[in-house]
T-cell receptor, first 114, second 113 residues
Framework: EPEVTQTPSHQVTQMGQEVILRCVPISNHLYFYWYRQILGQKVEFLVSFYNNEISEKSEIFDDQFSVERPDGSNFTLKIRSTKLEDSAMYFC????????????FGPGTRLTVT | RKEVEQDPGPFNVPEGATVAFNCTYSNSASQSFFWYRQDCRKEPKLLMSVYSSGNEDGRFTAQLNRASQYISLLIRDSKLSDSATYLCVVNSRRSNSGYALNFGKGTSLLVTP
């Protein structure tokens, strides 16, 4: 069964450093997403990406965040200058096009900012 | 008002019991509805989509009431493996061409022997 994969599973970084989180979406999906979940809180939408551009982003997704699809398989989330409050699980998801399409999530990257 | 609201629980039920979870959503323009389950420190996993006519998948039955903006999930004959957090999820069209899932905080279920 196809699945979304993410690397690394855990990333520890110092405040102010840049991190790149990587995802390989399901191969025939065209929509890609990043979500985050701070410990004990709900899953929150960050950004959606389609046709090589951002199609939607939330208020959380400010200038310190960027996304990229550098090749035909990877989808990345970059956090330019990490803050303590960026510590969270970051989930990548992918789906077929369409509002009713089900999104499938990767196992997540746990980001710890110290 | 929160976009998606759920009773956080926890619901503690014995094996074999029937348990029901409820959820309300605030955006009347929401188009798609789902239940996901999440195990501790794991990713959300799609349990089922929810359709207006109601739908069933084995021991799981989901219902949607658009007029009341209410979604439910019924689990029959609970198994120990059903212990997890159940997330009510609503897909809402945002300002541009994209869609985003809005998650409830989840309802915790513990099934005991």
């Amino acid at each position: 069964e196809p699945e979304v994969t993410q690397t690394p599973s855990h990333q520890v970084t110092q405040m102010g450093q840049e991190v790149i989180l990587r995802c390989v979406p399901i191969s025939n999906h065209l929509y890609f997403y990043w979500y985050r979940q701070i410990l004990g809180q709900k899953v929150e939408f960050l950004v959606s990406f389609y046709n090589n551009e951002i199609s939607e982003k939330s208020e959380i997704f400010d200038d310190q965040f960027s996304v990229e699809r550098p090749d035909g398989s990877n989808f990345t989330l970059k956090i330019r200058s990490t803050k303590l409050e960026d510590s969270a699980m970051y989930f990548c998801a992918s789906s077929h096009p369409g509002q009713g399409s089900e999104q499938y999530f990767g196992p997540g990257t746990r980001l710890t900012v110290t | 008002r929160k976009e998606v609201e759920q009773d956080p629980g926890p619901f503690n039920v014995p094996e074999g019991a029937t348990v029901a979870f409820n959820c309300t959503y605030s955006n009347s323009a929401s188009q798609s509805f789902f239940w996901y389950r999440q195990d501790c420190r794991k990713e959300p996993k799609l349990l089922m989509s929810v359709y207006s006519s109601g739908n069933e998948d084995g021991r799981f039955t989901a219902q949607l009431n658009r007029a009341s903006q209410y979604i439910s999930l019924l689990i029959r004959d609970s198994k120990l493996s059903d212990s997890a957090t159940y997330l009510c999820v609503v897909n809402s069209r945002r300002s541009n061409s994209g869609y985003a899932l809005n998650f409830g905080k989840g309802t915790s279920l513990l099934v005991t022997p």
